[in-house]
């Protein structure tokens, strides 16, 4: 689809440019400059260089909370992704229980974040706890206070709870977005289910998954109050992830300059990773057409 | 068919647990939550949403969430919705770059930028208002809301607007009256998204207020005092947070759910 050249455009546009930029701009300038110097006092500070950049690059704990991180990304992006096509799908299109299902689906996302790891700490208890006991009653003995692994997957579920939704509710409006008339062609064609949904949803969800795909990219990337709350980052550092750290270095220890520099390298790996799944999924579908 | 529902019942009962669990905790006294396991509250108690409907503390947290955050949802949308139709059917200077740079504002983790935030807001006489943190949430919601929107934009065919101007649509006229509401989906979808991304961010909004315009999350974190966490107050007043975007997507359900199903296309 070839889109005429509009210069006027950008008159459309220049609203959200400057709501945004009033916004994004100065702070960041900020945050750059903190990260070339040692600050003691407004009064008192040095240009030190690069020099906490490479502090942060050799710790060994955010490399440590990094590796964790890609891995909890990754696991979240294959199990939420597929999972909420998968749920979008199953929902009725029509009738009385699509808003009754569309209001449950919701209901996770508006607890706020703080109360979703309070919640899961008392929920997933094996003394108190509904799931903690549930499982443990299956036979298989339980403890995400004690034990990395449950520690782990305990984070990993609750995420898949807080957060599936959102694939679900952004497909499920994808889908609904599909004219009629193409699933009558399908019919007339004698397509098989399968057919339809690889040849007619998918590429017309392309759009929305794409901000799916970022989103939970993202915010899975930079969670940092639910597992805070639920394990504080244990049993030891099994499930410190890399805004915990970033947050005890500046709110908890005010080390600003280092932990300018730790955010600066922060938000590029996010970028760096978002760039390539931006490119390589408009690729994809423009290979498809 | 009868599986497919089975799959989406199970999943639903998978969302509800935790959320009866709060349910049920938000009944009880904080006493019996740490002490019992018990599926229904043994002694059955109100005592902790009277407390957040008699403390004005409380309450006034929810009138500021709700204010600042409609405030946000309703701006988010005004300046996004011109703006991903421009990303969608132009071509212009920096268009690429300009979509991706927004999104980019989603990507810098909060703690260090707290601080620079405060100042900000602070020098330009905002501090503590509604329409600051508005502003401020206004900083992830506008990206997000111009990318969904240009994404559902993208998916109307460029015929339609054709059609429209040879027929004598005025730009705005066609806009408000054939083109939104081809996009209903997207639209409702949007300013959900919005609503729920404000309602549940923490870290700004409380760095940007004090006594006036405290959020209802900020709240919360009250509390947590010598004795422990409240369980109870907590757990009623999550329970109560989940009200207002409930009845949000209640009134954008028929949004979500018709999109495109008038058939005009």
Redesign the interface.
Known sequence: ?D????????L??L???A??A???V???M??VN?SLQDIFDPQTRYFVGTEWFREVLNNPSIRAALGRQLLFSLIVLLIEIPLGI??A???P??GPW??V???????????????VG???Q??ARP?????G?LVNGLGIPYNYTGNPLHAWLTVLVMDV?HWT??VV??C???L??????YYQAARIDGASRFAVFRHIELP?LK??L??AV??RF?DSF?I??EPFVLTGGGPGSSTTF??QL??T???GQFD?GP??A??LI??LI??LF??VF?TAMVRLGRAEG | MRIRYLVLLAYILFLMLPLYWMVNMSLKTTAETLTTFSLVPKSLTFDNYRTIFSDPAWYSGYLNSIIYVSLNTVMSLLVALPAAYAFSRFRFLGDKHLFFWLLTNRMAPPAVFLLPFFQLYSSVGLFDTHIAVALAHMLFNVPLAVWILEGFMSGVPKEIDETAYLDGYSFPRFFLTIFLPLIRAGVGVTAFFCFMFSWVELLLARTLTSVNAKPIAAVMTRTVSASGLDWGVLTAAGVLTLIPGALVIWFVRNHIAKGFALGRV
């Open positions: 689809m889109k005429p050249v509009n210069q006027k455009a950008w459309l546009v609203p959200v440019v709501t945004v009033f916004s994004a100065i702070p960041l900020t945050v903190y998968g749920i799908l199953t929902m299109r029509r699509v808003p299902c569309l209001i449950l689906l919701a209901l996770p996302l508006l607890v706020p974040w703080n109360v309070t919640i899961w008392i929920f003394d108190i706890g509904l799931l006991r709870w939704s959102l509710l952004l499920y409006a994808g609904q977005a599909i004219p009629d008339a017309r759009g929305v794409l901000i970022l989103l993202m930079m940092y109050a890399l805004s970033l947050t270095m500046a709110v600003l932990a300018a730790f955010s922060y938000f996010i970028l978002s760039y931006y």
